[in-house]
């Protein structure tokens, strides 16, 4: 029986050993809270001013909640301890008894903890979660679910030395609330009557009431911090800090830690609270001291992420600061010194007030921030002069403008240093824009219309997207430019293709290049100067714009341009008719300048015969733009026409009508002809007299109209016999008769053979007086 | 036999046993390091729309001011039965002073620290460097947790660079304490 009692005895122990080794380690673990060490404390700024002095930051309903969110139960009777009478025990200790009260069930004079905390918040203009932290700083009491009576005597811990007993006359929940509140605003408004031994800037503040633990220099910033300081004038050492909420060495204190860490996890950072606004009013103030300035650019609101969010405040609090110019983005601490322009958290130094004038602010009218403020802000490099934006753009900021900088060589042409900051666009939201920086010769292309631009001295031409793509530009340099910048630009338009340099030659430009225009009145009266080095730099081009003869590459239909019009040429035939080489030539050209020559009408090659509908009269063209009324078609036959187009009256009307009607005889390059039977033949002065031609009615065509007519090798002169067609009768011409021949030997008589004889038309038969037979 | 077959039975019940403690033993610490069951940590943080925290207090919240509550303790005054110090006494005795000193620019400024609450009695500074000798008096301000002399900002018009030892005499009533501090003047 032995023995196996001792074998159960040993089973049993190894059974408890396995889940000692268990359940120790964990245990272990569990009660080990792993210190987070204390982020962000600066001895010198603890808390702002103005979340120190947010009084409206919550109502007696919200301080109730708080604390029931923070003890749900209250151990009124002190048994939840480790053992159920070990609490009650400790307060039995001290000579108090159980029942407990928790501070959300306190009451003083009828009035609840939490009523008491917000009248005395009120009263004083303090922060309502500022003495919310210090009853949990000073005695645990927010958190404390059984508090024993003397931490609601000395709650705040004012008027307690840290090596003696309390003052007693300090004594009471709603006396230490008021007693610490009266301080803080007596500090606040630094008043005369209160002395603190603490000012701002350096002070020497001590790790520990033990002097031989040190302390270090420390700059207050704010009259908040400087109050703490006054409540618990230590700084917490490293250790302090390393230790988070836990205890750190022998020389450590905890009172601002605590300050800190209590107030950061409860109530977010104590550090920030410069913007506010009330719940009525959307605008957004940057509170620094006792000014306000309004934020009227959300670039600028979103500029101050290091300030923290918008926090809520009563009208009364924004009353009482004193309202500045609206923020803009240059700052200046209140101390003086440094001007700085801020975007996007970062804080960059001017150079010069002359910078900061060309940044459209003014030195003497910038926001004065304090020193913790500025201090918040990332620092940034120097301000420069250009400023790169970080959607791409770069600008040359002068004399309150915002100048769009087309390269880098358009700056260096201007004598402007290359270097740049990078910022956000909205940072320079508030200027104008001013011309742009930007070299001759290049093109700038909106970023806006994409419409695109070449730069020349002042001006901008508004380069047509079909010229644009010629190579005469589109080998330029190009860049973006905000449509803003172009329009501060004188910008010329109506640049069609048509340049001209500074000594009067004029140009088409076209997809090869430049063409010298010999007659330019001749295309337009409207000509763009071009500086003479881009001319110079266009290639000739191999186009000939002389015939006048065009086209564009998305349309079919031929143009020929005269005196400033173009026609349309309605057929290949009459387009080759038009040539006076009767070549095929044109020229391509954009559609920019093709359209911007007026339109004509249609245009018909000389000699063609035309007529309206409405009317019988046909028409000769006998030269460009010249017609003359046809007598008869006889006579149209005699010169080879035939074929009558029925044309719209306005074709019709851009000929010239000459004089009379189309006879037989023409006058074509100084000299005369007669028509017959489809041919042309000249008449010299010895035809004059056979034929007596010498002063019949001639009309006279232009050389293209010349052009197109038949001309005969033979010269009239020639032929001194005649025979009317389908006649059998010969004519032998004899100052200027015609007299029958009577015989065929008669015939041979006079030299006649067939190379003299010349058969004509009766109509021209009728142009030579009858004479008497031979 | 009987006996024999039964503790075989026992040895393995008992091995399967340790081995199951063991296993829960080693997930449990994994679970504890990674917050997996039951060591799953609440992450549903409850802030209004002011950020204001709603939660329960940490336990570290909880032990610092349970510190702060313990540090704290005192005696029910109605109940006591010794007879320490009272503040409010007068009776003679030694109070202590510290003295602390700090140059901002051409002020240097001097701060004692007492060790006793009141906003009666004088503070005497004395500071002599060699032959010369520059005296300043003061008020008591008492600040939540000590008091401080009210003062004391020297302009170094008063006090040539070098070091300067300061004493500070500061009486209460029938108490009288002082500190001594060698101050060095830029």
Redesign the interface.
């Known amino acids: 029986m032995k023995k196996a009692r001792s074998k159960t005895t040993k089973i049993i122990i190894l059974i408890l050993l396995a889940i000692f080794s268990v359940f120790t380690p964990l245990s272990i673990m569990q009660n080990t809270v792993s210190a987070s060490p204390v982020v962000g404390f600066k001895p010198g700024f603890i808390i702002s001013d103005n979340i120190f002095t947010n009084y409206m930051t919550m109502s007696p309903g919200q301080i109730q909640s708080f604390l029931l969110s923070k003890v749900p139960v209250c151990d009124t009777w002190g048994t939840g301890g480790s053992t159920p009478t070990a609490r009650r025990d400790y307060i039995r200790s001290y000579g108090y008894d159980v029942p407990l009260k928790c501070l959300i069930d306190y009451t003083e004079n009828g009035k609840s903890a939490a009523q008491i905390i917000y009248d005395t918040a009120q009263k004083y203009q303090i922060n309502p979660q500022v003495l919310l932290v210090l009853l949990q700083k000073e005695q645990g009491l927010v958190t404390d679910d059984w508090p024993g009576p003397w931490q609601y005597k000395k709650a705040t811990g004012y008027g307690c030395p840290d090596t003696a007993p309390c003052d007693s006359q300090y004594y009471g929940f709603t006396n230490q609330l008021d007693w610490s509140a009266k301080m803080f605003r007596a500090i606040m408004n630094n008043s005369p009557t209160w002395y603190t031994p603490y000012v701002l800037g350096n002070n020497f503040i001590k790790y520990n009431p033990n002097a031989s633990c040190g302390g270090t220099t420390v700059n207050i910033q704010n009259r908040a911090t400087q109050a703490l300081y006054n409540y618990t004038p230590y700084q917490p050492n490293q250790a302090a800090l390393n230790a988070g909420y836990g205890t750190g060495d022998s020389c450590s204190a905890y009172g601002n830690r605590n300050f800190y860490q209590y107030f950061t996890d409860w109530f977010g950072s104590p550090q920030f609270g410069n913007l506010v606004r009330t719940v009525g009013n959307a605008t957004v103030y940057l509170v620094s001291g006792d000014n306000k300035y309004p934020i009227a650019d959300i670039n600028i609101l979103g500029s101050l992420g290091p300030f923290g969010g918008v926090s809520y405040v009563k009208q009364s609090y924004l009353d009482d600061k004193i309202t500045g110019n609206v923020l803009g983005r240059a700052i200046i601490s209140g101390g003086g010194g440094t001007v700085y322009y801020f975007s996007s958290g970062i804080k960059l130094p001017f150079t010069s007030c002359s910078q900061v004038a060309d940044y459209g602010y003014d030195c003497g009218q910038v926001a004065t921030l304090t020193g913790y403020q500025i201090n918040a802000l990332y620092s940034g490099p120097t301000m420069t002069s250009v400023l790169r934006t970080t959607n791409g753009k770069r600008f040359y900021i002068k004399s309150g403008e915002k100048k769009e900088v087309f390269d880098d060589a358009s700056l260096q042409a201007n004598g402007v240093p290359l270097n740049a900051n990078l910022l956000g666009e909205a940072s320079i939201s508030n200027l104008i824009y001013g011309t742009p920086v930007v070299r001759d010769n290049v093109v700038a292309v909106s970023r806006n219309t994409g419409k695109k631009y070449l730069t020349q001295g002042s001006s901008f031409v508004n380069l047509p997207l079909d010229i644009a793509k010629y190579n005469a530009f589109s080998k330029l340099t190009s860049s973006l430019l905000d449509d803003a910048s172009i329009v501060s630009q004188t910008v010329v338009g109506g640049f069609s293709g048509f340049a001209q340099d500074s000594t009067g030659n004029k140009y088409v430009i076209d997809s090869q290049g430049k063409s010298l225009l010999l007659t330019p009145e001749n295309w337009t009266n409207s000509f763009t100067l071009l500086d003479d080095a881009l001319l110079g730099s266009i290639t000739n081009s191999a186009q000939s714009l002389s015939a006048g003869f065009i086209k564009t590459n998305n349309n079919a239909t031929l143009y020929m341009v005269i005196d400033g019009k173009k026609y349309s040429i309605p057929s290949w035939g009459d387009f080759i008719n038009l040539h006076l080489d009767k070549s095929a030539s044109y020229a391509v050209i954009a559609d920019t300048t093709k359209n911007s020559i007026p339109i004509g009408a249609n245009i018909y090659s000389p000699g063609a015969l035309i007529k309206t509908s409405n009317n019988a009269t046909v028409y000769v063209i006998n030269g460009i733009l010249s017609k003359i009324a046809l007598s008869s078609f006889n006579v149209s036959k005699d010169f080879g026409l035939d074929g009558v187009k029925v044309v719209p009256q306005k074709d019709l009307e851009v000929y010239v009508s000459g004089n009379g009607q189309l006879t037989n005889f023409v006058t074509c390059d100084g000299n005369d002809y007669l028509a017959n039977r489809g041919k042309i033949y000249e008449i010299d002065s010895e035809a004059a007299s056979m034929y007596g031609y010498g002063n019949v009615i001639k009309t006279t065509w232009d050389s293209v109209g010349c052009s197109n007519l038949n001309k005969s090798g033979t010269s009239l002169s020639n032929y001194s016999f005649i025979k009317i067609i389908n006649t059998k009768t010969i004519y032998y011409l004899q100052n200027g008769q015609k007299r029958p021949i009577g015989s065929m030997e008669k015939y041979s008589e006079l030299g006649g053979s067939s190379d003299k004889l010349l058969i004509v038309s009766a109509g021209v038969s009728d142009t030579i007086s009858d004479g008497s037979p031979v | 036999m009987k006996v024999k077959t039964k503790k075989t039975y ?1 040895k393995k019940i ?1 091995i399967v ?2 081995c199951l ?2 296993l ?2 080693i997930y ?2 994994v679970a ?1 390091y990674q917050d997996w069951f039951p060591f799953v940590k609440d992450k549903n943080t ?1 802030k209004d729309v ?20 313990k540090s ?9 039965t010794n007879t ?5 006494s007068n009776s003679g005795g030694t109070l ?1 002073v ?1 003295i ?3 140059q ?1 620019g051409n002020i240097v ?1 001097i ?1 004692s ?1 007492i ?3 009141s906003s009666s009695g004088t503070c005497n500074i004395t500071l002599t460097k060699g032959s010369s000798k520059v005296t300043k008096s003061s008020g008591i ?6 008091s ?3 003062g004391f900002d020297i302009s170094t018009s008063e006090l040539t660079a070098g070091n300067w030892q300061a004493t500070i005499v500061v009486g209460i009533g029938t108490q009288t304490g002082s500190a001594t501090k060698l101050i060095a003047v830029k």
């Not at chain 2, 320490?84 to 409010?88: A, E």
């Not at chain 2, 301000?141 to 000590?146: I, K, M, T, Y």
């Open positions: 026992k008992i046993l340790v403690l063991v829960a033993g449990g610490t504890f409850s002011n950020g204001i925290d709603y939660n329960l207090p940490t336990d570290e919240q909880k032990q610092a001011g349970e510190r702060q509550k704290t303790a005192e005696q029910n005054p109605d109940t006591k320490s110090q009272d503040q409010n202590q510290t602390t000193a700090n901002n400024q701060r620290f060790t006793k609450i301000q008492a600040l939540p947790s000590e401080t002399c009210r």
